[in-house]
Structure formats: structure tokens, C-alpha cells
């Protein structure tokens, strides 16, 4: 019989809403303990109102682009559950523009956070998760998959492309996973800067969400590394 102690742990980023948080209610729904480390305040306090609250949530206010602020999850994640057996590098942010004609004021917070974040999660999170033989995933683009003219957004999503590969060569030997998944476009807050989502049929935030649980799930010594996901009908 299994007891609290033997239940899988996973800390997300940019959990509070879209895929990071449809993850978080797939993971708990499953009876699985999840981390959410998150920028907004008010909007962990819906997620924890959505989902009730329960003893297997924790929720962190933190950048996950500061490395202080993700060690600091990390230690929280294993302080409170005692394990981590899983990290979601979800935490993403755009600026909608191109290297042309685009505002270099909102570069900055987007390569931070697109790059930077997801190294910073990894390096704090690696000896918890080679002592539980755990999962890395990141949570890519299509984007970082298929060039798009002066897409910086695009250009970050490539370096996360890169991450995943040069992790999973650095840590597969210690029995850690990595997956990278690229999904195409998804209806999540993304959009907002736009002002409108793009035409056609999008993902929805747990359709992607299911794919990420997907690749946590696999059996033990298996190693799923890059799983694409777009709507049918986006034809790139």
C-alpha cells in the first residue's frame, strides 16, 4: 500500500493559469502533490479557490527567472512534501514583435524568462531529482521548432529547444528524463497582448497539459524526449 510519503511530487512554473495550471489540477486530480511557483499573487489564490485547496497543493510567489526565487521553491517543494520527483519549466512571457520594428524594453523579461528560467530550475532541482531517478520537462514551442521572420519569442523558444537536448545528454546517465514539449498554438493568456487569439482552432490549455502528465507518466527507464502538439489545421 502505498502512503503520502511514496506519492510523486512536481513543482511547476507559471502554474497559476493555461497549461502550468491545467497540469496542476491533471496532477492532483491523480492524487499526485504539486508545486506552483508563480510571479502573481492573486492569481495563485484562484488557482488554490479553483482547486480547492487541497493539503497536496503548494503554491509560491516567486521569478522564476531569479535564481534565488527558484532555489528557494525548490527547498520549499522538498521542506513541505519531503520529495521532488518532477519539474515543469512552464513559465513563458512574449512581446509580440519582431527584431525589425519591435520595443527592446520588452526583450529583456522574455529572454529571462524563456532562457534563463528553465536552467535555473534545472540546476536547482537536479540533486533532489537524481536521488528520486526523476522527470525534467520543459515546455517548448513549435515556435522553437520552425523559423518564423524576426520572431525573438521564436529565437527563445530555440535556446529551450537546445536546453532540453544538452540537459538530457548532461543528466541521462543519473537516471533523470527530459522531454521537451512543442505545442503549436494553444488558447492561454498568451494571446492577450494581441488583443484577439489567431484564427483557426487552438489547443486548448489541457489538451497540452495532458501530453506534458503523459510524458511525467512514463515507466520507469523510459525516456520520451520531444513531443510536438499542434491543433490540426495549423499547417506550420
Request: proline share 5%.
Amino acid at each position: 500500500m502505498s502512503t503520502e510519503n511514496d506519492t510523486s511530487v512536481t513543482l511547476i512554473t507559471g502554474g497559476g493559469s493555461g497549461i502550468g495550471a491545467a497540469v496542476a489540477g491533471r496532477l492532483l486530480a491523480a492524487g499526485q502533490r504539486v508545486a506552483v511557483l508563480g510571479r502573481g499573487a492573486e492569481r495563485l489564490a484562484a488557482l488554490e479557490r479553483e482547486l480547492e485547496a487541497p493539503d497536496g497543493l503548494l503554491t509560491i510567489v516567486g521569478d522564476s527567472s531569479d535564481w534565488p526565487s527558484v532555489r528557494e521553491a525548490v527547498a520549499s517543494t522538498i521542506d513541505r512534501f519531503g520529495r521532488l520527483d518532477a519539474v515543469v519549466a512552464n513559465a513563458g512571457v512574449t512581446s509580440h514583435d519582431t527584431v525589425v520594428d519591435g520595443d527592446p524594453e520588452k526583450w529583456r523579461e522574455m529572454v529571462l524568462t524563456n532562457v534563463l528560467g528553465p536552467a535555473l530550475l534545472i540546476r536547482a532541482a537536479l540533486s533532489a531529482l537524481r536521488t528520486s531517478a526523476g522527470r525534467i520537462v520543459l515546455v517548448g514551442s513549435v515556435a522553437g521548432l520552425v523559423n518564423t521572420p524576426g520572431n525573438l519569442y521564436g529565437a527563445t523558444k530555440w535556446a529551450m529547444t537546445g536546453l532540453a537536448e544538452n540537459a538530457r545528454r548532461a543528466v541521462t546517465a543519473d537516471g533523470v528524463g527530459v522531454t521537451l514539449i512543442a505545442p503549436g498554438r494553444v488558447e492561454t493568456p498568451f494571446w492577450d497582448g494581441l488583443g484577439e487569439l489567431p484564427a483557426g482552432r487552438l489547443l486548448s490549455a489541457d489538451e497540452v497539459a495532458a501530453s506534458v502528465v503523459w510524458a511525467l507518466d512514463q515507466p520507469a527507464g523510459v525516456d520520451v524526449n520531444t513531443v510536438t502538439i499542434r491543433p490540426v489545421g495549423q499547417p506550420v
